[in-house]
């Protein structure tokens, strides 16, 4: 990676790992304070994936690492070494958008955008999670452990309460969801 | 030209979703030109004083760290006309969290270590950040937010209330709130050549050029400000902002581009808030529930460098007819930082008290509170007595009501339990002033069938270059897909802001103008040259020439609750809003201004507040894990929550016929939630937000 992400560091300051992100692989040399995020955006030029909070409190900031969703901010790169890391920009295959990107432009599930990549790259995730069984805390108890749980409103607005959105575009976030669940 | 059917009104879908889906949108801080350096803020971190001395040889000791800037090693610049933009001009601290000093670094993690390690050393003064009732220092001031009168008396209104058969008389109290957009404010600036590039995340990059213009001491025509995404601002981008000033600052000072977003936890000190207000409401009315005398004091305050008075009582002075009326503002200066616009400055707090007294009020003669509203409905403008535009309150009320099913509605409180839960409903008017601004723009026919708009308004999240698509498709002609529009940069025609609900009928009435005239020029179908037609408007003279009428939007606000008795949580499980708010342009992104009005209206009843830190000045609430914007889960799924309109035609605003829509959606929300918490429970809150720890409290030994 550029100069600019590792600065004039000495030796021991910076460490050297290989990322994959939206299919391609990086050998990055980096600053060891340097969060995920910070790479993706500064260093890789992927500035999809937004900043909100940087301390994990917003989910502006979500991507996928080894297809799961995660808080980028909160994630030292350095301890992400061979991981597969997918941005907003990685989801659709070419030109084409993700079916959760189409689904998000049909609800008008956003207004200003900012925390969209991040709202997307989450739904991605949850719909995942609820494919794989994973139970939120709005599943239901006696739900069959594994098998997938059906995304209810309550579900969705549970598991996509990590995504602020100060637009308020959650009903359609929500509507956006239930079609494709 | 092609005859095509207007798709004005239509929910045209927003012409840059795509790049919002797609990562592809950049925003203020996602430019990077060569050799860019990133700063870091360094805020004060003591509640008022000066500085003493800044000790940044530390800083300037880590790799990456370029430079440390001070009031004492900048080059002088000229005062703004907004104080706050005078940041390190000298050694002042009005409040904590003034921006001190500016650490400028090869890479973010340079310039946070930087700002770290900088030393300020500060003389300190006594300090006083709490608003009381009884302030010694209130004082009532000229003129509220808006250029509002903060005094207006009709009749004898305290005489009228003490003589009146039927009296509320309730104090309620709204804290100081947030804006907190998903993007934190921003700006990239670069100089070349001695012309400024800033790209900014403002809600009008036309007025950042003029203060940058002023500071800098240049000519405007040497600065340009584009704002092409804006990642929200419910009004913490109206005015041009410090970060701006010092990226610029930073960026002459070090001869390189510089990035400066601000860290999250430094925004609410530096971008504005939503001042307190404490009311005082006083009704007085027959025993049918004619209003006789309307009271509403509103106390708020302001910092010491700014005069900002949230104009609280002024709703007051629209909404319900009486003979005898008080509208009083006050203000009381303390050791905070600079209050300014958060949506519905002055409506949004106020309404809430004066729509919790109309609910006192419905019980108190045993009225439904429809019906009150409906009773008091005005012909004229009560306090002006200027006749309304158009106002269809009577109808949002009634067919809002008609929608969320408010007639099977059981006016008795506290008698809907199941298990520990008490569920309850409720309603409140809202309203918005009609507001526009002067603006030009520029239509143009280019050769092969294509037009070109151009304005310098702002796409806060709006879908501002939808709607102005529209309106020049509609005056045009033309398809909508013939038409590009141009936005964002003040190289543009210069336009007002996105701001006060005024943007689309401010910018939507000089693309309106601008191309009906291009439509005249091109009637005989003339041979085009090269560059194209082009047709200019100017809506000043227009605009300035006012009108005679009252303008304003109205709305209804419906809420049901359940309230926990056990945990004194309170959620809302329904939510309905019906707007007049003019002629809707475009009915998607409409709809979701109005649900988003609404939610952050949730956010304002239930979960949202800031906290002024006695002992330590500043706001104890700096990060969004401690100041609550609703999340998805607080908000009901639809068709739980929806939002409605009424087909308003009102010849009396501006050839577009909108009044505004970005504001009047939060408007009646706190008060139609706080109300329904009292059908729920049968007590009254009059405190916000409605916290689990308040209600809890209110509960005990009643139900
Ligand atoms: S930026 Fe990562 S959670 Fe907010
Ligand atoms: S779309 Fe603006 S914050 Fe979600």
């Given at each position: 990676?550029?100069?600019?992400?590792?600065g004039?560091?000495?030796?021991?300051h910076t460490?050297?790992l290989r990322?994959?992100?939206?299919g391609?692989w990086y050998e990055?040399s980096?600053?060891?304070r340097?969060a995920?995020?910070?790479?993706l955006?500064?260093?890789l030029?992927?500035?999809?994936?937004k900043?909100?909070?940087d301390h994990g409190q917003?989910g502006?900031?979500?991507?996928?690492v080894?297809?799961?969703r995660?808080?980028?901010?909160l994630?030292l790169a350095?301890?992400?070494d061979?991981?597969?890391?997918?941005?907003?920009?990685g989801?659709?295959e070419?030109?084409g958008?993700?079916?959760?990107?189409e689904a998000f432009l049909?609800r008008?599930?956003?207004?200003?955008?900012y925390?969209t990549?991040?709202q997307?790259?989450s739904?991605v995730?949850?719909l995942?999670e609820a494919?794989q069984?994973?139970p939120?805390?709005?599943?239901d108890p006696?739900h069959p452990a594994g098998?997938?749980?059906p995304?209810?409103?309550?579900?969705i607005?549970?598991?996509?309460s990590?995504?602020?959105c100060?637009?308020?575009?959650?009903?359609?976030?929500?509507?956006?969801v239930r079609?494709?669940? | 030209?092609?005859?095509?059917t207007?798709e004005?009104?239509?929910?045209?879908?927003r012409?840059?979703?795509?790049d919002?889906?797609t990562?592809?949108a950049r925003?203020?801080a996602?430019?990077?030109p060569?050799g860019?350096?990133?700063?870091?803020?360094?805020p004060?971190?003591v509640a008022?004083g000066?500085?003493r001395?800044v000790?940044a040889?530390a800083?300037?000791?880590l790799p990456?760290?370029?430079d440390?800037l001070?009031a004492?090693?900048t080059?002088?610049?000229a005062?703004a006309d907004d104080?706050t933009?005078?940041?390190l001009q000298?050694d002042d601290?009005?409040h904590r969290?003034?921006f001190?000093?500016?650490?400028v670094a090869?890479t973010?993690?340079?310039?946070?270590a930087?700002?770290?390690?900088?030393r300020?050393?500060?003389d300190?003064?006594?300090?006083?950040?709490t608003?009381t009732?009884d302030?010694?220092e209130r004082?009532?001031p000229?003129?509220a937010n808006g250029?509002?009168?903060?005094?207006r008396?009709r009749?004898d209104?305290?005489?009228a209330?003490?003589a009146a058969?039927i009296?509320?008389?309730?104090?309620y109290?709204?804290?100081?709130?947030?804006?907190?957009?998903m993007?934190?404010?921003?700006?990239?600036?670069s100089w070349e050549d001695g012309?400024?590039?800033v790209h900014?995340?403002?809600?009008?990059?036309?007025?950042?050029?003029a203060?940058?213009?002023q500071?800098?001491g240049l000519?405007?025509d040497?600065i340009?400000?584009?704002?092409?995404?804006?990642?929200?601002?419910?009004?913490?981008?109206?005015?041009?902002r410090?970060?701006?000033?010092l990226?610029a600052?930073?960026?002459?000072?070090?001869g390189?581009?510089?990035?400066?977003?601000?860290?999250?936890?430094d925004?609410?000190?530096a971008?504005?808030?939503?001042?307190?207000?404490?009311?005082r409401v006083?009704?007085?009315?027959d025993?049918?529930g004619?209003?006789l005398?309307?009271?509403?004091?509103?106390?708020?305050?302001t910092s010491?460098?700014?005069e900002?008075?949230e104009?609280?009582a002024?709703?007051a002075r629209?909404?319900?007819?009486?003979?005898?009326s008080s509208t009083v503002?006050?203000v009381?200066?303390l050791?905070?930082a600079?209050p300014?616009?958060m949506?519905a400055?002055g409506?949004?707090p106020?309404m809430?008290a004066l729509?919790?007294a109309?609910d006192?009020?419905?019980e108190?003669?045993?009225?439904?509170p429809?019906?009150?509203r409906v009773?008091n409905d005005?012909?004229?403008?009560?306090?002006?007595?200027?006749?309304?535009?158009?106002r269809?309150?009577?109808?949002?009320?009634?067919?809002?009501?008609r929608?969320?099913?408010?007639e099977e509605?059981?006016p008795?409180?506290?008698?809907r339990?199941?298990?520990?839960?008490l569920?309850?409903?409720g309603v409140?008017?809202?309203t918005?002033?009609?507001l526009?601004?002067?603006?030009?723009?520029?239509?143009t026919?280019?050769p092969?069938g294509?037009?070109l708009v151009?304005?310098n308004a702002?796409?806060i999240?709006?879908?501002?270059?939808t709607?102005?698509?529209?309106?020049a498709a509609?005056?045009?002609?033309?398809?909508?897909d013939?038409?590009r529009v141009e936005?964002?940069?003040?190289?543009l025609?210069?336009?007002?802001l996105a701001?006060?609900?005024?943007?689309?009928?401010s910018?939507?009435?000089?693309?309106h103008?601008a191309?009906a005239t291009?439509a005249g020029?091109?009637?005989?179908?003339p041979?085009?040259?090269?560059?194209?037609?082009t047709?200019?408007?100017?809506?000043a003279?227009a605009?300035?020439?006012g009108?005679?009428?009252?303008?304003?939007a109205?709305?209804?606000?419906f809420?049901?609750?359940?309230?926990?008795?056990?945990t004194g949580?309170v959620?809302?499980?329904?939510a309905?809003g019906h707007?007049?708010?003019g002629?809707?342009l475009?009915?998607?992104?409409?709809r979701s201004?109005f649900?988003?009005g609404m939610?952050?209206g949730?956010?304002?009843?239930?979960?949202?507040?800031s906290?002024?830190?006695?002992?330590?000045g500043g706001?104890?609430?700096?990060d969004?894990?401690a100041?609550?914007v609703?999340v998805s889960?607080d908000i009901?799924a639809?068709?739980?929550?929806?939002?409605g309109?009424?087909d308003?035609?009102?010849p009396?605003l501006n050839p577009v016929?909108?009044?505004g829509?970005?504001?009047?959606g939060?408007?009646?929300?706190?008060?139609?939630?706080?109300n329904?918490?009292?059908?729920?429970?049968g007590?009254r809150?009059?405190?916000?937000?409605?916290?689990?720890?308040?209600?809890r409290a209110?509960?005990?030994?009643?139900?």
């Amino acid at each position: 990676m550029s100069a600019g992400v590792l600065g004039s560091l000495e030796a021991g300051h910076t460490s050297s790992l290989r990322l994959r992100v939206n299919g391609e692989w990086y050998e990055l040399s980096l600053d060891n304070r340097v969060a995920l995020l910070d790479v993706l955006r500064e260093g890789l030029g992927l500035t999809g994936s937004k900043k909100g909070c940087d301390h994990g409190q917003c989910g502006a900031c979500t991507v996928l690492v080894d297809g799961r969703r995660v808080n980028s901010c909160l994630l030292l790169a350095v301890a992400l070494d061979g991981a597969r890391v997918t941005t907003v920009e990685g989801l659709g295959e070419g030109d084409g958008l993700h079916p959760v990107q189409e689904a998000f432009l049909d609800r008008d599930a956003f207004q200003c955008g900012y925390c969209t990549p991040g709202q997307i790259c989450s739904t991605v995730g949850v719909l995942e999670e609820a494919a794989q069984g994973y139970p939120s805390a709005a599943t239901d108890p006696d739900h069959p452990a594994g098998e997938p749980v059906p995304l209810t409103g309550d579900e969705i607005r549970e598991r996509l309460s990590g995504n602020l959105c100060r637009c308020g575009a959650y009903p359609n976030i929500v509507d956006a969801v239930r079609d494709l669940s | 030209m092609t005859d095509t059917t207007s798709e004005l009104g239509t929910g045209v879908p927003r012409r840059e979703g795509r790049d919002k889906v797609t990562g592809a949108a950049r925003y203020a801080a996602e430019f990077a030109p060569p050799g860019r350096l990133y700063a870091w803020p360094v805020p004060a971190i003591v509640a008022a004083g000066s500085v003493r001395s800044v000790d940044a040889a530390a800083a300037l000791a880590l790799p990456g760290v370029v430079d440390v800037l001070t009031a004492r090693n900048t080059a002088p610049r000229a005062p703004a006309d907004d104080p706050t933009l005078n940041v390190l001009q000298d050694d002042d601290v009005p409040h904590r969290g003034w921006f001190v000093a500016l650490v400028v670094a090869e890479t973010l993690e340079a310039a946070r270590a930087g700002a770290q390690a900088v030393r300020v050393h500060y003389d300190t003064r006594p300090h006083d950040v709490t608003l009381t009732r009884d302030h010694r220092e209130r004082y009532v001031p000229e003129e509220a937010n808006g250029g509002h009168p903060a005094v207006r008396e009709r009749g004898d209104a305290p005489g009228a209330f003490d003589a009146a058969p039927i009296r509320v008389d309730a104090a309620y109290d709204v804290p100081p709130l947030h804006n907190h957009p998903m993007e934190p404010h921003a700006a990239t600036a670069s100089w070349e050549d001695g012309h400024l590039t800033v790209h900014d995340s403002s809600q009008g990059s036309t007025a950042v050029r003029a203060a940058l213009a002023q500071i800098f001491g240049l000519a405007e025509d040497r600065i340009t400000v584009t704002s092409a995404h804006v990642g929200g601002g419910f009004g913490s981008k109206g005015t041009p902002r410090p970060h701006v000033v010092l990226a610029a600052l930073a960026a002459r000072h070090t001869g390189r581009p510089v990035t400066l977003a601000l860290p999250r936890r430094d925004l609410p000190a530096a971008v504005g808030h939503r001042a307190p207000t404490l009311h005082r409401v006083r009704l007085g009315a027959d025993p049918d529930g004619i209003l006789l005398s309307v009271e509403h004091t509103a106390l708020t305050h302001t910092s010491r460098i700014k005069e900002f008075v949230e104009q609280a009582a002024v709703p007051a002075r629209v909404m319900y007819g009486s003979p005898h009326s008080s509208t009083v503002h006050e203000v009381v200066p303390l050791d905070v930082a600079s209050p300014s616009w958060m949506r519905a400055p002055g409506e949004a707090p106020g309404m809430y008290a004066l729509e919790s007294a109309m609910d006192e009020l419905a019980e108190r003669t045993g009225l439904d509170p429809v019906e009150l509203r409906v009773l008091n409905d005005p012909a004229d403008e009560p306090d002006s007595g200027r006749p309304f535009s158009s106002r269809h309150l009577v109808e949002c009320l009634r067919e809002g009501a008609r929608r969320f099913g408010w007639e099977e509605r059981d006016p008795r409180p506290g008698v809907r339990r199941d298990g520990p839960r008490l569920t309850g409903t409720g309603v409140a008017a809202a309203t918005y002033p009609v507001l526009v601004s002067p603006c030009r723009a520029t239509a143009t026919a280019l050769p092969g069938g294509d037009y070109l708009v151009r304005v310098n308004a702002t796409d806060i999240g709006t879908g501002a270059r939808t709607v102005l698509g529209q309106i020049a498709a509609d005056a045009l002609g033309a398809p909508g897909d013939r038409v590009r529009v141009e936005i964002g940069d003040s190289d543009l025609p210069p336009a007002p802001l996105a701001g006060g609900s005024s943007g689309t009928a401010s910018w939507g009435w000089a693309v309106h103008e601008a191309c009906a005239t291009l439509a005249g020029r091109l009637a005989g179908d003339p041979e085009l040259p090269p560059e194209g037609l082009t047709a200019e408007a100017d809506t000043a003279e227009a605009v300035e020439a006012g009108s005679p009428y009252a303008r304003h939007a109205f709305g209804a606000h419906f809420a049901e609750v359940s309230v926990d008795t056990d945990t004194g949580e309170v959620r809302v499980v329904r939510a309905y809003g019906h707007f007049a708010a003019g002629r809707i342009l475009n009915a998607r992104t409409a709809r979701s201004q109005f649900l988003g009005g609404m939610v952050m209206g949730i956010g304002m009843a239930l979960t949202e507040q800031s906290t002024l830190d006695p002992a330590f000045g500043g706001f104890a609430e700096r990060d969004l894990a401690a100041y609550h914007v609703p999340v998805s889960a607080d908000i009901p799924a639809p068709p739980a929550i929806e939002a409605g309109w009424l087909d308003e035609a009102d010849p009396h605003l501006n050839p577009v016929g909108g009044k505004g829509i970005g504001e009047i959606g939060i408007v009646g929300m706190a008060a139609a939630v706080g109300n329904a918490a009292h059908h729920a429970t049968g007590v009254r809150f009059r405190s916000l937000p409605l916290t689990p720890d308040k209600v809890r409290a209110a509960l005990a030994g009643v139900v």
